[in-house]
């Protein structure tokens, strides 16, 4: 990931991170242009998902498997030991 100082526009090392949240982050950043020498904090945030975690979906067809009662639960586990 490249960050450019805001003053100058020149790349800028990110010097520590403060992870506030899963989806949020203070990046505290300084340029590397040394006559500029601006020190910063920027953001980084999630956005949206582009494609699905495979992880997330598995994940949710257990839990509905889960929710099932022992009855519908066996039958799924028959109708899946024929595929």
Known sequence: MRV???ECGAKS???KSNRISSKYTD???SC???ECGHSFVMNLTYSHTLSPSAKTT???A???VQALPPEQRKELQHQL???
């Open 13 to 15: 090392c990110i010097q």
């Open 27 to 29: 990046l505290y950043c």
């Open 32 to 34: 590397s242009e040394p």
């Open 62 to 64: 257990f839990n509905m």
């Open 58 to 60: 598995s994940q949710l």
């Open 81 to 83: 030991s024929m595929l």
């Open 4 to 6: 450019f100082c805001p």
